[in-house]
T-cell receptor
Framework: AQSVTQPDIHITVSEGASLELRCNYSYGATPYLFWYVQSPGQGLQLLLK??????LVQGIKGFEAEFKRSQSSFNLRKPSVHWSDAAEYFCAVGADTGGFKTIFGAGTRLFVKA | GAGVSQSPSNKVTEKGKDVELRCDPI?????LYWYRQSLGQGLEFLIY????????KSGLPSDRFSAERTGGSVSTLTIQRTQQEDSAVYLC?????????FGPGTRLTVL
């Protein structure tokens, strides 16, 4: 069965510092992987996705993520965090099994300090 | 419409009452999902519709929960005999190519 683990419930980083949010998944085949962001009072927005090909994917707002099959990971990174990045981040794994059921992790809340 | 819409945006009900939550997906999107997000929690998958296939109901927490999707478009999530633990934000999403576009959610409060 699919599952997604985000080990960090919350992370605090200083503005301008680098960021890495961890995501590990469990799936029997090559998964489709996603990162979504939910800002306070906002809906969920897709940051980036991995379906196939280059394992380093670029997303919006300067985010990137790297798919590492050997580690079953899809960590999200940003070289320099801005205060506006404070939000909840969700990793998700999907499977194209005739449909596209997607399972979300529990989320990591990012706090940015000045 | 331009995005996924949900109604109502807020719903307050009394324990034991039935509620209906509506989702209008993006036109042309074949897949529609319902999730529940409790305070401070992640997204809990509830149900998934894909085209004309039988829905995946594996996430529905009890038989008080049901959903339908009429004409491959609008969907209604129904919660019967609501309980206080049903209080949450109910999110709908639609997709065409795998990644999902989310609606703003319906905040349900059961008193």
């Amino acid at each position: 069965a699919q599952s997604v683990t985000q080990p960090d419930i919350h992370i605090t980083v200083s503005e301008g510092a680098s960021l890495e949010l961890r995501c590990n998944y469990s799936y029997g085949a090559t998964p489709y992987l996603f990162w979504y962001v939910q800002s306070p009072g906002q809906g969920l927005q897709l940051l980036l996705k991995y379906f196939s090909g280059d394992t380093l994917v670029q997303g919006i707002k300067g985010f990137e993520a790297e798919f590492k099959r050997s580690q079953s990971s899809f960590n999200l990174r940003k070289p320099s965090v801005h205060w506006s990045d404070a939000a909840e981040y969700f990793c998700a794994v999907g499977a194209d099994t005739g449909g596209f059921k997607t399972i979300f992790g529990a989320g990591t809340r990012l706090f940015v300090k000045a | 419409g331009a995005g996924v819409s949900q109604s109502p945006s807020n719903k307050v009900t009394e324990k034991g009452k039935d509620v209906e939550l509506r989702c209008d997906p993006i036109s042309g999107h074949t897949a529609l999902y319902w999730y529940r997000q409790s305070l401070g929690q992640g997204l809990e998958f509830l149900i998934y519709f894909q085209g004309n296939s039988a829905p995946d109901k594996s996430g529905l927490p009890s038989d008080r929960f049901s959903a339908e999707r009429t004409g491959g478009s609008v969907s209604t999530l129904t919660i019967q005999r609501t309980q206080q633990e049903d209080s949450a934000v109910y999110l709908c999403a639609s997709s065409l190519g795998g990644w999902q576009f989310f609606g703003p959610g319906t905040r349900l409060t059961v008193l």
